[in-house]
């Protein structure tokens, strides 16, 4: 099976959709990667919609990539009194780290790491930025402030603190436990949530030492003043609008998003921009138009992949929600002008030049694909990164490769046959090119390979060759 569309798709798994039958579906509908929330669910939930995820992936002989996405140090309300407090604008609030129940005059919150960041004037913001805290006071202990916004207030909403960088571990306990489970279960992406600094990602890589590979989610502005430091540590980005969009100004969001993309593209890494995508379709058959305009234009700036949480995890329509997205992203890649605004320039170092003569190669009339030989899949993401306009044939014998290059843009991902013989690779392209229906009789391939095969290095064999007339 392979995709009409260049643009991946990430689907989240949960009581909605992990199901063998429901996984294959989605599958089959267009999810590439299957997103493993560990904020929710037991690890006996995890174990089984991962194995849903194996089974499809044998069923449509295509590689899926299994994603988990560990919780991380999200920052919570204790419990009220009741269950809830109301709260209004102008009125006194205090937070502590008492651990009696909370009222409409204070609330626990359990993390001392809060009161070391917090300043006098600094803003709180509660239940995704739904009550506003100005604070006039505070101490190793507390913060007494002022209601800006606000409304009813519940158990364990989440708490945000915009403008500066919380002293908390990015890894939680919590976390440790749920990244050994993940790795013992050959997962093939880790994402931590709320990276702030770049040793974050580097305590992340020491912990999974290649075992899967990684990616930082970009939620808090901290994350955005040392980006640089954080895309040297990582093999993957996501723009995670959620919490981005609780610390930033709502018109900040999509200058970010833009900032991020082109940062990965420039890098070569894959990035996904996730949350609220198609939100509407959590209780609805059909999205917005403002949500499928906000697909697109993802599409038009070139992201590799695009997420559907809560549509998919938790939705009534989640096969529908799959089905949609992979239809707007394929319309999209059928403008004519798709291609002149999805461009992108980068400076090109020495060793991606045989890869740029390799795109420059694929716009050859009757070119059917770059097939690129690769064991560690570095060669294929440096092709990705060049936004081929036809398929890139990712040939691998390593099925961890093969599983993780399905995140990456354009990538048809396979797993042959470890080849040391620079002859026989035309041929094995040319033969999974026709039999997955990428190739038809007597069009010309490109074979972009470093030889000798599985050494580490830059691509240095491009050839031409045709698919056999069988």
């Not at 009741?82 to 909370?102: N, P, S, T, V």
């Not at 060793?351 to 899949?377: L, P, Q, R, Y």
């Not at 843009?409 to 013989?421: A, K, L, N, Q, Y």
Request: with cysteine.
């Amino acid at each position: 099976m392979i995709r009409a569309r260049r643009a991946r798709i990430v689907a989240t798994l949960g009581p909605a959709s992990r199901e063998p039958e429901q996984v294959l579906a989605l599958a089959t509908a267009g999810a590439d990667v299957f997103r493993v929330n560990f904020s929710h669910g037991s690890h006996a939930d995890h174990a089984r919609a991962i194995e849903a995820v194996r089974e499809a992936e044998r069923l449509i002989e295509r590689p899926l990539a299994v994603l988990v996405d560990l919780q991380g140090p999200k920052l919570r309300l204790g419990e009220f009194d009741g269950g809830h407090a109301e709260l209004h604008a102008g009125q006194a609030f205090r937070i502590d780290l008492d651990k009696a129940m909370g009222d409409a005059r204070r609330v626990r919150v359990p993390h001392p790491e809060v009161f070391a960041a917090v300043r006098t004037g600094a803003l709180i913001l509660l239940d995704d930025g739904r009550v506003r805290l100005r604070v006039t006071d505070h101490g190793p202990d507390f913060a007494e402030t002022i209601v800006e916004a606000g409304e009813r207030l519940s158990d364990h909403k989440g708490l945000n603190l915009p403008g500066g960088a919380i002293p908390i571990p990015a890894l939680t306990e919590k976390d440790r436990k749920d990244l050994a489970f993940a790795l013992n279960q050959g997962v093939d992406w880790v994402a931590l949530s709320f990276v702030q600094r770049a040793a974050d990602m580097a305590e992340l890589r020491q912990i999974v030492r290649g075992r899967a590979a990684v990616l930082a989610k970009i939620e808090k502005p901290a994350a955005l003043e040392v980006l640089d430091e954080i895309l040297d540590l990582s093999e993957a980005i996501m723009v995670a609008r959620g919490d981005l969009g609780v610390e930033l100004n709502p018109e900040d969001v999509p200058v970010v998003q833009k900032r991020l993309i082109r940062a990965a593209r420039d890098r070569g890494i894959p990035i996904i921009v996730a949350t609220q995508m198609l939100e509407s379709m959590i209780g609805a058959p059909a999205p917005t138009r403002a949500e499928a305009s906000d697909v697109a234009g993802a599409v038009y700036e070139g992201a590799d992949a695009l997420m559907l949480s809560a549509e998919t995890a938790a939705g009534q329509y989640p096969l529908e929600a799959v089905t949609i997205m992979d239809r707007i992203i394929a319309r999209v890649e059928k403008d004519p002008r798709w291609p002149e605004l999805m461009a992108a320039e980068h400076d090109m170092e020495d060793a991606d030049a045989m890869v740029a003569a390799a795109a420059d190669a694929a716009s050859i009339a009757n070119t059917a694909c770059v097939a690129v030989f690769t064991a560690t899949g570095q060669t294929a993401l440096r092709v990705s990164r060049e936004r081929p306009l036809i398929p890139t044939l990712g040939l691998t014998p390593n099925l961890a490769t093969a599983r993780r290059l399905a995140l990456a843009w354009g990538v048809e991902p396979r797993v042959v046959s470890d080849i040391r013989d620079p002859e026989e690779m035309p041929i094995v392209a040319g033969e999974v090119g026709l039999r997955i229906g990428l190739a038809q009789p007597g069009d010309r391939l490109i074979i972009l390979a470093g030889v000798p095969m599985g050494a580490p290095g830059a691509a240095n064999l491009l050839r031409l060759t045709h698919a056999p007339r069988r």
